[in-house]
């Protein structure tokens, strides 16, 4: 009986496998990518702090709008990642870290087939320059929140390989299992004072040198999980949870426990990177634009016009991913 119990669970989680593991989730999570946004507010210095405070929320809710947009917006999804090693094993000497020199040698169809994350991290950053410039806060926020997302992106050791989700190496899963469930289940340990925003001289090294250094930590990513899969029980790998109407197979808190012991608090370290890299980003982007008091403009309210355009994106993604539960594409 218990041979057969056992036979039964262990079919269970292999179905469940390639239902709700078949692609890799969103990057970081939702929960991830807004608590990025939410503490990089408080690395600003308090002639930004003020106004950023006020927004807070917006800055939090809408640190997920690149994540609904790739259902709406043609290119999107090439934003958000960087297949580095599709360039071979020096392709950081040998990939053009300037946009225009590496499309004369790749052409644009192929950079965006591999991702273009460190290139569009430096546009966003010229896009946010120009909304401090015009003070306007419709830009502001908007690019803020997005600049964010972007660089929080690229502190995800998956978003730099063709194996970004373990396919090439029979670990399916293993994108949304490292930057969000281990996030969702270990966030409220991390230490979030990651002390105050700088000034960035380069963006544009600055870009590339977080590819560089996720990029790094790819082979311990993957082999600590190879490594641990070969002594833990399957049957205490994955666990059953309900969320909202739905039952949904996702790793185990043992299981993720043991993996975050193993990799030393990999996730952890990212995110506060991430976090305080974003609120130099946003500081690095006020200060190129002359430092304008964001104060005057902090009681101008979000215009309908962008409220338009954001809930349009919001409805694509509620409509994608109806589709994607009826057909158990997640």
């Given at each position: 009986m218990k041979l057969l119990f056992k036979i039964i669970l262990i079919t269970t989680i292999c179905l469940g496998i390639f239902f709700y593991e078949?692609?890799?989730?969103?990057?970081?999570?939702?929960?991830?990518?807004?608590?990025?946004?939410?503490?990089?507010?408080?690395?600003?210095?308090?002639?930004?702090?003020?106004?950023?405070?006020?927004?807070?929320?917006?800055?939090?809710?809408?640190?997920?709008?690149?994540?609904?947009?790739?259902?709406?917006?043609?290119?999107?999804?090439?934003?958000?990642?960087?297949?580095?090693?599709?360039?071979?094993?020096?392709?950081?000497?040998?990939?053009?870290?300037?946009?225009?020199?590496?499309?004369?040698?790749?052409?644009?169809?192929?950079?965006?087939?591999?991702?273009?994350?460190?290139?569009?991290?430096?546009?966003?950053?010229?896009?946010?320059?120009?909304?401090?410039?015009?003070?306007?806060?419709?830009?502001?926020?908007?690019?803020?929140?997005?600049?964010?997302?972007?660089?929080?992106?690229?502190?995800?050791?998956?978003?730099?390989?063709?194996?970004?989700?373990?396919?090439?190496?029979?670990?399916?899963?293993?994108?949304?299992?490292?930057?969000?469930?281990?996030?969702?289940?270990?966030?409220?340990?991390?230490?979030?004072?990651?002390?105050?925003?700088?000034?960035?001289?380069?963006?544009?090294?600055?870009?590339?040198?977080t590819i560089k250094e996720s990029n790094a930590a790819v082979d311990s990513v993957l082999g600590f999980e190879r490594d641990l899969n070969t002594k833990f029980p399957i049957d205490r790998k994955y666990a059953f949870e309900t969320r909202g109407a739905m039952t949904m197979k996702t790793y185990s808190q043992e299981y993720t426990e043991a993996y975050d012991e193993m990799i030393k608090g990999q996730v952890e370290r990212r995110m506060r990177l991430a976090i305080v890299t974003v609120g130099s980003a946003w500081y690095t982007c006020w200060v190129n634009a002359g430092k304008p008091n964001l104060d005057k403009i902090g009681d101008k309210t979000v215009s309908d016009s962008i409220q338009k355009v954001l809930k349009k994106e919001e409805e694509q993604y509620l409509l994608h991913k109806e589709k994607s539960i009826k057909g158990h594409d997640d």
């Open positions: 078949s692609k890799p989730a969103a990057s970081w999570g939702f929960f991830g990518h807004k608590q990025i946004n939410r503490m990089a507010v408080f690395t600003l210095p308090s002639e930004m702090m003020g106004f950023y405070k006020k927004h807070i929320d917006y800055i939090t809710e809408h640190a997920v709008d690149p994540d609904k947009r790739r259902y709406a917006v043609e290119d999107e999804a090439a934003r958000h990642y960087i297949d580095i090693d599709h360039y071979g094993v020096h392709a950081f000497d040998s990939v053009p870290k300037f946009w225009k020199t590496a499309v004369a040698k790749y052409t644009e169809d192929t950079l965006k087939a591999y991702g273009i994350n460190p290139w569009h991290v430096e546009k966003m950053m010229f896009r946010l320059t120009e909304a401090f410039k015009k003070e306007n806060i419709d830009l502001i926020l908007h690019y803020s929140a997005d600049l964010g997302h972007y660089i929080a992106d690229g502190h995800v050791p998956l978003h730099t390989t063709e194996n970004y989700n373990g396919q090439m190496t029979n670990q399916k899963g293993i994108h949304g299992f490292w930057e969000s469930r281990i996030p969702e289940l270990k966030a409220d340990s991390y230490d979030y004072f990651v002390g105050q925003a700088h000034y960035i001289d380069k963006p544009n090294d600055m870009a590339w040198k």
